[in-house]
C-alpha cells in the first residue's frame, strides 16, 4: 500500500476533512495509530506521526459523530509561576470557567517563552476546550496541530506580535510607559532612568518606546547610561540601581518596568542609604496587589490582568462553540495609579 501524503484512495468528499478511517487508509497505518496521533500520545514511531500530521494539515480532521467531546477543562500555558502575576491571571480565567461548569489545567514551561518537544502531545492528551497561553506562544507547527483538533488559542499578554489570525488580549504597553514617565517629568525630574524587560518581548519594547516618547515630547535628552534592559526580574532592578546609583551624575527617578524590578529598586536603594521619595522617585508597572505594601506604597500602572484573562477565557468560548468573536485583538486600558513613591527631585 501507497503510503506517503498523497495515495488518493477513497478521498473525502470535495472540501470535507478526513475521518480517522480515511487518514488511515492514506497514511497506510491502523486507525488505533491514527487514533493514537490525533490524541496526542507518544508510542508512535515518529516518521509514521509526521506523516498522519502532514495528512490532517493537508486535509483537516472530522471527529466521528460518536467521539468523545473535549474534556470540561481550560488550559492556562505560563511561561513560568513565579509572583503574583499568575494569580491575577488564573483568578480572571477561574471567573469564566466556573460560570460555564469548566476546570482549569494550569501548566508552566520553565521560563521559556515558547513550549518544548513534547508539550503538545500533552495538550493533546487532555483535550481541553481550549488553549489560553500567557506571556508566551506556540509555535506554529503547535498551533497547526492544535487547531486541526479544533482546539482554539487566545494570548494573553503575547510576548511577539500576534499572527493576524491569532486573537489575542493585551494592554497598552505604550500608553502605559509614556503615562509613568510623563508623571516624572511633571514632577521636576529630568535625570529618569528606565529599567525594562528583553527587547525581543513586546511589552519590554512598547513601554521603553513609551518612556523614550515622553522624554522626546519633553525635549529631554535620553541618556543612554539610564536605559538598563533586564528580563522583568526584581534581581534586574537590585542590580542595574546599584549600578545606575554609582554614575557620576546618578538619577533622580526609575521607571521600573514591571513591579518586580521595582522592589528591587527599593532593595538596592536601601542598601545605598537613598530614601523613596526624598531622594529617589520610583513609578512601576503591573500595579500587583504587593505594590500598595511597599515602604513606601508604589506609584504604578496598572495592567487589568484580571480583565485580560477574563477576556480571553470568553474569546476562547466563543471559538470552542464556533463562533467568531467580534475582535480578534483586544487591548485593554491601562490606569495610572498614584502612591507615594513619586515626589520632585531634591534641590
Given at each position: 500500500?501507497?503510503?506517503?501524503?498523497?495515495?488518493?484512495?477513497?478521498?473525502?468528499?470535495?472540501?470535507?476533512?478526513?475521518?480517522?478511517?480515511?487518514?488511515?487508509?492514506?497514511?497506510?497505518?491502523?486507525?488505533?495509530?491514527?487514533?493514537?496521533?490525533?490524541?496526542?500520545?507518544?508510542?508512535?514511531?515518529?516518521?509514521?506521526?509526521?506523516?498522519?500530521?502532514?495528512?490532517?494539515?493537508?486535509?483537516?480532521?472530522?471527529?466521528?459523530?460518536?467521539?468523545?467531546?473535549?474534556?470540561?477543562?481550560?488550559?492556562?500555558?505560563?511561561?513560568?509561576?513565579?509572583?503574583?502575576?499568575?494569580?491575577?491571571?488564573?483568578?480572571?480565567?477561574?471567573?469564566?470557567?466556573?460560570?460555564?461548569?469548566?476546570?482549569?489545567?494550569?501548566?508552566?514551561?520553565?521560563?521559556?517563552?515558547?513550549?518544548?518537544?513534547?508539550?503538545?502531545?500533552?495538550?493533546?492528551?487532555?483535550?481541553?476546550?481550549?488553549?489560553?497561553?500567557?506571556?508566551?506562544?506556540?509555535?506554529?507547527?503547535?498551533?497547526?496541530?492544535?487547531?486541526?483538533?479544533?482546539?482554539?488559542?487566545?494570548?494573553?499578554?503575547?510576548?511577539?506580535?500576534?499572527?493576524?489570525?491569532?486573537p489575542s488580549v493585551g494592554t497598552s504597553n505604550w500608553n502605559g510607559?509614556?503615562?509613568?514617565?510623563?508623571?516624572?517629568?511633571?514632577?521636576?525630574?529630568?535625570?529618569?532612568?528606565?529599567?525594562?524587560?528583553?527587547?525581543?518581548?513586546?511589552?519590554?519594547?512598547?513601554?521603553?518606546?513609551?518612556?523614550?516618547?515622553?522624554?522626546?515630547?519633553?525635549?529631554?535628552?535620553?541618556?543612554?547610561?539610564?536605559?538598563?534592559?533586564?528580563?522583568?526580574?526584581?534581581?534586574?532592578?537590585?542590580?542595574?540601581?546599584?549600578?545606575?546609583?554609582?554614575?557620576?551624575?546618578?538619577?533622580?527617578?526609575?521607571?521600573?518596568?514591571?513591579?518586580?524590578?521595582?522592589?528591587?529598586?527599593?532593595?538596592?536603594?536601601?542598601?545605598?542609604?537613598?530614601?523613596?521619595?526624598?531622594?529617589?522617585?520610583?513609578?512601576?508597572?503591573?500595579?500587583?496587589?504587593?505594590?500598595?505594601?511597599?515602604?513606601?506604597?508604589?506609584?504604578?500602572?496598572?495592567?487589568?490582568?484580571?480583565?485580560?484573562?477574563?477576556?480571553?477565557?470568553?474569546?476562547?468560548?466563543?471559538?470552542?462553540?464556533?463562533?467568531?468573536?467580534?475582535?480578534?485583538?483586544?487591548?485593554?486600558?491601562?490606569?495610572?495609579?498614584?502612591?507615594?513613591?513619586?515626589?520632585?527631585?531634591?534641590?
Amino acid at each position: 500500500m501507497d503510503s506517503s501524503p498523497d495515495a488518493a484512495a477513497d478521498p473525502a468528499p470535495q472540501g470535507e476533512p478526513f475521518t480517522i478511517a480515511q487518514l488511515a487508509e492514506h497514511a497506510g497505518v491502523s486507525v488505533a495509530t491514527v487514533s493514537k496521533v490525533v490524541n496526542g500520545r507518544l508510542d508512535v514511531a515518529p516518521e509514521t506521526r509526521e506523516l498522519v500530521e502532514t495528512l490532517i494539515r493537508r486535509h483537516g480532521y472530522r471527529r466521528q459523530k460518536k467521539a468523545s467531546r473535549p474534556a470540561p477543562l481550560i488550559e492556562v500555558v505560563f511561561h513560568e509561576i513565579r509572583g503574583l502575576y499568575p494569580v491575577e491571571v488564573i483568578n480572571g480565567v477561574s471567573a469564566v470557567a466556573r460560570a460555564n461548569g469548566l476546570g482549569i489545567v494550569v501548566s508552566e514551561l520553565g521560563g521559556s517563552h515558547t513550549p518544548g518537544r513534547g508539550w503538545v502531545e500533552d495538550v493533546l492528551a487532555r483535550r481541553p476546550v481550549g488553549v489560553i497561553p500567557v506571556f508566551c506562544g506556540v509555535t506554529p507547527d503547535q498551533r497547526e496541530r492544535l487547531r486541526a483538533r479544533e482546539i482554539p488559542i487566545v494570548a494573553v499578554d503575547p510576548t511577539g506580535e500576534p499572527d493576524h489570525d491569532d486573537p489575542s488580549v493585551g494592554t497598552s504597553n505604550w500608553n502605559g510607559g509614556l503615562e509613568a514617565t510623563r508623571h516624572l517629568l511633571e514632577l521636576g525630574h529630568r535625570r529618569i532612568a528606565v529599567i525594562t524587560g528583553p527587547e525581543k518581548v513586546l511589552a519590554g519594547r512598547a513601554r521603553l518606546d513609551g518612556y523614550r516618547a515622553a522624554m522626546d515630547l519633553a525635549g529631554v535628552p535620553v541618556d543612554p547610561e539610564l536605559v538598563r534592559v533586564g528580563d522583568f526580574q526584581i534581581e534586574d532592578g537590585r542590580k542595574f540601581t546599584r549600578d545606575l546609583l554609582r554614575l557620576p551624575d546618578p538619577p533622580t527617578a526609575i521607571f521600573a518596568c514591571n513591579d518586580g524590578e521595582a522592589l528591587g529598586v527599593y532593595q538596592a536603594a536601601a542598601e545605598a542609604g537613598v530614601r523613596i521619595p526624598e531622594d529617589l522617585s520610583v513609578v512601576g508597572f503591573d500595579d500587583l496587589p504587593m505594590a500598595e505594601w511597599n515602604i513606601p506604597p508604589l506609584t504604578s500602572i496598572r495592567q487589568p490582568l484580571h480583565d485580560m484573562a477574563e477576556t480571553a477565557a470568553r474569546m476562547l468560548l466563543e471559538l470552542a462553540a464556533g463562533r467568531v468573536p467580534p475582535r480578534r485583538r483586544v487591548e485593554i486600558a491601562t490606569e495610572f495609579v498614584l502612591r507615594t513613591s513619586t515626589a520632585p527631585p531634591a534641590r
